[in-house]
């Protein structure tokens, strides 16, 4: 099958480029982002998703399957640029999608869609509302847009939709929010909390994306691993040092002093897991991860000791 | 009188899916686990001596709901309950409790019930930890149970009966438990309501000595025979409230008789 990969130049997105070419697909591929050495026969197109040159993409090209990983995160972009990247991105991609003949597209989301709070379910499933949006309004186009490409699914019954709600990931490609948050040497928390966190090795992710790609379920679906780990044993088993500080005092040097620039709803993410049930893409797709949470854990660390962090 | 094996012997002994790091998916900590239960067991085997009677009711695996009365104005009879299965159970059980919303908003409380199993008495946690065979501690008196006074620590306040409708959703056995000695151990004299607010606790209560502490009372729990509520859990209210009563009454039966026995037993075994 033809497959456009939105966001190609992403760390989890090469991956699923790689694993589709692999396999046997074409596969080619948007971003503003330049991907050196690309594997042979992967097209690229430098241009913006949301401008008329990606259009003349779907037509030039007419993909059957659409991935869409060109979404931000509150750490990478701010504003409204995030808005416009995340949610006018997704419109343009499914209007360019509905137009242009594509079978397939798989919205690549976030399981922070959720929310986090004290009184959350420990475990959210694929047909719980986003909760906590108040706190961290710094989420709501990310939301917005899982929402609007969710609605396809009824809007555009003949467009096969799979939304997938994708845990945090670490991997060689050293990006994403929670490489970004343990990145430090100390790693601040908020004293007398330790969330859970859920996380894929990198290739179990892309494995994940490509799975959706392949056996096309429609519907919304959580992706993640079995184990969550609390936050504290993460920093620790990578090497670093957890910092927990009083929540008011974290609060007055968040992006002071070396301490990172999150927004002040993020912090409620560093009190309380966001943990996702992922039974239900299990039994769509047979997806079942490699690497478990205990050896995502050394791999990554053991990308420290090769010195392949900065 | 409990088993003196080490904590941590018990706690590698749990039927708990850990991973090699000692967590499991729920974020329980086997490393957590021993602290909190070296605490439990100082206060269950020295502290108040707690006496554990009907343990061989309890399942030893498989889903089930340990479900009584509140006695005390803190969680010493949770705590309690939690240690005597841990201590008396062949093999060691984890109850887990169902707390209170407040528990997981306070820094060191939220961290701790985490990562002991206390979680968030949501139902939908309730669900999952019952469809995974594991073991709810459900107090139906609520928060209004553990206000309750000096003078009226063996009444019953009113029971929720949302366990009911999980315990029948899931085929939960419920195996009802009697608390005794709380409200000796911690004699209510009043609750303040307003510092409680201020704090962030349902009301803070206040003993002949101030602080609520807990004094050294002997302290006994009751387990009976399971009972299991067959339906679907979406009965009608006059349906779950005649279990629920069932249940109450048992509990109620359970705290009488614990009672009697105590009074023989101070009596030098007259009647």
Redesign the interface.
């Known amino acids: 099958m033809k497959v456009l990969v939105m966001g190609i130049s992403g760390g989890i997105a090469r991956l699923v480029a790689i694993g589709l070419r692999e396999r046997g697909h074409e596969v080619f591929g948007i971003d503003r982002r330049p991907w050196p050495g690309a594997p042979r026969g992967v097209d690229v197109y430098g241009v913006d998703l949301r401008k008329r040159a990606a259009e003349d993409i779907f037509r030039r090209r007419r993909p059957d399957v659409v991935i869409h990983l060109a979404t931000v995160n509150a750490l990478t972009a701010h504003g409204e640029e995030r808005s416009r990247i995340n949610l006018g991105g997704t419109r343009a991609v499914f209007e360019h999608a509905l137009s242009h003949g594509v079978e397939h597209v798989v919205f690549v989301g976030r399981h922070t869609y959720y929310g986090a709070a004290?009184?959350s379910?420990?475990?959210h499933t694929e047909d719980e509302p986003p909760q906590a949006l108040g706190a961290f309004p710094e989420l709501a186009d990310l939301v917005a847009a899982d929402l609007y490409a969710a609605n396809t699914l009824w809007r555009n019954p003949k467009l096969v939709t799979t939304v997938l709600r994708l845990c945090y990931t670490l991997g060689p490609s050293r990006m994403g929010t929670l490489a970004t948050f343990v990145k430090p040497k100390r790693v601040p928390m908020?004293?007398?909390?330790?969330?859970?966190f859920q996380f894929l090795w990198e290739a179990d992710a892309a494995e994940a994306v490509i799975l959706a790609a392949e056996k096309r379920p429609r519907g919304i679906f959580n992706v993640a691993s079995?184990?969550?780990?609390?936050l504290a044993?993460i920093v620790r088993?990578l090497g670093r040092t957890p910092l927990p500080l009083?929540?008011p005092l974290l609060l007055a040097l968040l992006g002071r002093a070396g301490f990172p620039r999150l927004p002040r709803g993020a912090v409620e993410h560093i009190?309380?897991?966001i943990l996702v049930?992922a039974g239900a893409f299990r039994a769509a797709t047979g997806f079942q991860h490699r690497v478990?949470?205990?050896e995502t854990l050394r791999k990554y660390r053991s990308l420290f000791a090769a010195g392949e962090l900065p | 009188m409990a088993r003196h094996d080490s904590v941590t012997a018990l706690v590698d002994r749990l039927e708990l899916p850990f991973n090699a790091l000692g967590v499991d998916r729920y974020g329980i900590s086997k490393k957590h686990l021993v602290v909190f239960f070296t605490a439990l067991g100082f206060l269950y085997r020295w502290y108040f001596r707690v006496a554990a009677h009907g343990v061989e009711h309890v399942p030893p695996r498989g889903r089930c709901m340990l479900v009584g009365n509140h006695s005390g104005g803190v969680a010493t009879d949770g705590a309690m309950v939690l240690a005597s299965m841990l201590f008396e159970m062949e093999p060691p059980r984890l109850a887990q409790g169902m707390a209170e919303k407040f528990l997981n908003q306070l820094p060191l409380s939220s961290l701790w019930t985490s990562r002991t199993g206390q979680f968030t008495g949501l139902p939908e946690n309730a669900i999952r930890l019952l469809e995974d065979d594991r073991m709810l501690m459900v107090f139906p008196e609520g928060a209004r149970g553990t206000a309750k006074l000096y003078n009226e620590r063996y009444s019953l306040v009113d029971f929720g009966t949302g366990f009911m409708r999980l315990a029948m959703k899931t085929r939960t056995p419920i195996v009802p438990f009697g608390f005794l000695g709380g409200g000796a151990a911690i004699p209510t004299v009043k609750n303040l309501y307003g510092l409680g607010k201020l704090v962030g606790v349902p009301y803070v209560p206040v003993t002949p000595y101030l602080l609520p502490l807990p004094l050294p009372v002997p302290l006994e729990v009751h387990y009976s025979p399971p009972m299991l509520f067959e339906g679907t859990g979406d009965e009608e209210d006059q349906v779950i409230q005649a279990h629920v009563a069932q249940v109450k009454d048992r509990i109620s039966r359970l705290i009488e008789d614990g009672r009697a026995a105590r009074h023989q037993r101070r009596n030098g075994g007259a009647a």
Not at chain 1, 190 to 196: A, M, N, R, W
């Open positions: 004290a009184d379910p420990l475990y908020v004293l007398g909390y330790d969330p859970l079995c184990n969550p780990l609390p044993t088993q009083p929540e009190k309380y897991p049930d478990d949470e205990v």
